[in-house]
């Protein structure tokens, strides 16, 4: 690792003072780019190879000073790191430490063997792994368009290697399903923009929202919209993400109550000036209990119920139920069951989510959810 002090002599290199030419304060800055970009564990980059991607941008710099640059670069981006935890230092306090220390520095020296020895940035903001779950699991979110789902993946490679980057795309492997075809990103601006409460450092009265809702068409297999393309218009709280989908949770003023809509199913979302109405309705909600109790988003009637289930389906129940809002018991006399007890909304999307486990769960109560349930099964069994 180049030291301070250390003339360079080397044929055919620049003079320590030929990289005062040009562009100087943009080099540490590049340094660390062109790090960031091109270098991990597994491609190093050496001081030449750095001086040349310098060059690219009509920057000559000394070897002697790509050396300092980097000391510097990891002397500022360890004080970064102590100050988020609240400790102050100096420059040169700094410089001291990570020179005694050579696990604080960022940026590292490696000599494998003569052909692999250089630089390369150890330490992100995030580490590769994180970045490849948090790519894929964009990848995946069907309530992201394709064009969008790249939008945002781009966005998170730029924080790994170029070389990192490559494996992250070629490595991501999107299920076959169907994904939005809308701008949900667009959307989801104007509904944040709606809901703030301060815009462009100006005070800002949240207001409603108007909108086009869509849904599929059997006789055109597209989305349409609903209500014959007449605007909807709500107060907006809160997205959720659920299931799989975004959505928003708003207060109606035409039926005065609280429900969802599906952000990717949103169509020309603009804001109205009109000040939000329904609060009260909306701080009367449970929020980490909402999702739990509306199956797939639709609403019913609130009631508290009892499922005796067979013991391997106890992860199935806690997933869907938390353990916070529910509580799950053994029965003295059958200890091959348990029963679970949960508030829910009474669906038939609840209805058709207990009959995917057949005869390995049976509604126990309450009484009027068991005869609902009942007549359920009687009306599918009538059409058959």
């Known amino acids: 690792m180049p030291r301070k002090g250390e003339a360079s002599k080397r044929k055919g290199e620049p003079s320590p003072n030929s990289g005062m030419k040009g562009n100087q304060k943009m080099k540490p800055y590049l340094i660390l780019q062109i790090l960031q970009q091109q270098s991990d564990e597994n491609h190093l980059l050496t001081i030449d190879r750095i001086r ?26 360890y004080l970064a790191g102590i100050r988020e935890m609240g400790i102050k230092a100096s420059i040169e306090d700094a410089i001291s430490e990570i020179n005694d220390d050579e696990t604080l520095k960022a940026i590292v020296y490696v000599s494998r063997n003569k052909d692999e020895r250089g630089y390369y940035l150890k330490e992100r903001k995030f580490d590769y792994q994180e970045i490849r779950l948090l790519a894929e699991t964009i990848y995946n979110a069907k309530f992201l368009s394709e064009t969008d789902s790249e939008k945002l993946a781009k966005v998170l490679r730029d924080y790994v290697s170029e070389y990192q980057a490559s494996n992250i795309k070629r490595s991501a492997y999107v299920t076959d399903r169907i994904k939005s075809n809308r701008g949900i990103l667009e959307n989801i601006e104007k509904i944040d923009k709606a809901m703030a409460t301060k815009l462009e ?3 800002h009265e949240p207001e409603k929202i108007s909108f086009q809702y869509c849904s599929y068409s059997i006789s055109e297999m597209k989305q349409v919209e609903r209500r014959r393309g007449n605007r909807y218009k709500v107060s907006p709280y809160k997205t959720i993400v659920a299931d799989g989908n975004y959505y928003l949770l708003a207060y109606d ?12 199913r949103m169509k020309d979302v603009k804001g109205t000036k009109e000040p939000r109405e329904g609060k ?17 988003m639709f609403g019913g009637r609130r009631a508290s119920v009892r499922i ?49 486990f057949g005869k390995k769960v049976k509604l126990l109560g309450d009484a009027e959810t068991v005869t609902e349930f009942k007549e359920y099964l009687d009306k599918v069994k009538a059409m058959y």
């Open 308 to 356: 005796r289930c067979i013991s391997p389906l106890l992860d199935a129940m806690v997933e869907r139920f938390g353990t916070q809002y529910a509580t799950y018991t053994i029965p003295k006399d059958d200890p091959n069951h348990f029963i679970c007890s949960a508030t829910v909304e009474v669906s038939e999307q609840f209805f058709g989510w207990l009959l995917g």
């Open 201 to 203: 450092g100006e005070k």
């Open 280 to 296: 009260e309705e909306f701080d009367a909600i449970d929020l980490k209990n909402f999702t739990k109790r509306r199956f797939g």
């Open 253 to 264: 003023d035409n039926i005065k109550q609280i429900r969802t809509f599906r952000i990717d």
């Open 52 to 77: 040349d991607e310098l060059s690219f941008y009509g920057i000559s710099a000394a070897r002697r000073s790509v050396g300092e640059d980097i000391e510097a670069i990891n002397a500022a981006l």
